[in-house]
Nanobody
């Protein structure tokens, strides 16, 4: 099972990026997928998650700015980020779990992790 995250980069404040996470060896049909981020000196935190029924979850700080979506045909999950701020600078990771949706905030239930993609918001 592999998760391949991509799409990070350097963007100016107010800009946008779309992160992609391609899954291989496990399908999206029975997996909940999440994006986490870890900023320098901080703990890794959940940013957004989506399940097989289309439910989504966002941390309060990104509501209205970030959108998580999935393309089952491409086995890919996206994180569209708009209105980026310097505080959004972090390494972003995608992760997958087959555990029930109610556990989505628990990092330990995510068995599969991507390698991370750096997002830097700076002028």
């Amino acid at each position: 099972v592999q998760l391949q995250a991509s799409g990070g980069g350097l963007v100016q404040p107010g800009g946008s990026l779309r992160l992609s996470c391609v899954l291989s060896g496990v399908t999206l049909d029975y997996s909940a997928i999440a994006w986490f981020r870890q900023a320098p000196g901080k703990e890794r935190e959940l940013v957004a998650a989506c399940d097989t029924d289309g439910d989504t979850h966002y941390v309060d700080s990104v509501k209205g700015r970030f959108t998580i979506s999935r393309d089952n045909a491409k086995n890919t999950v996206y994180l569209q980020m708009t209105g980026l701020k310097p505080e959004h600078t972090a390494v972003y990771y995608c992760a997958a779990t087959t555990k029930p949706w109610r556990y989505r905030k628990v990092q330990s239930v995510y068995r599969y992790w991507g390698q991370g993609t750096q997002v830097t918001v700076s002028s």
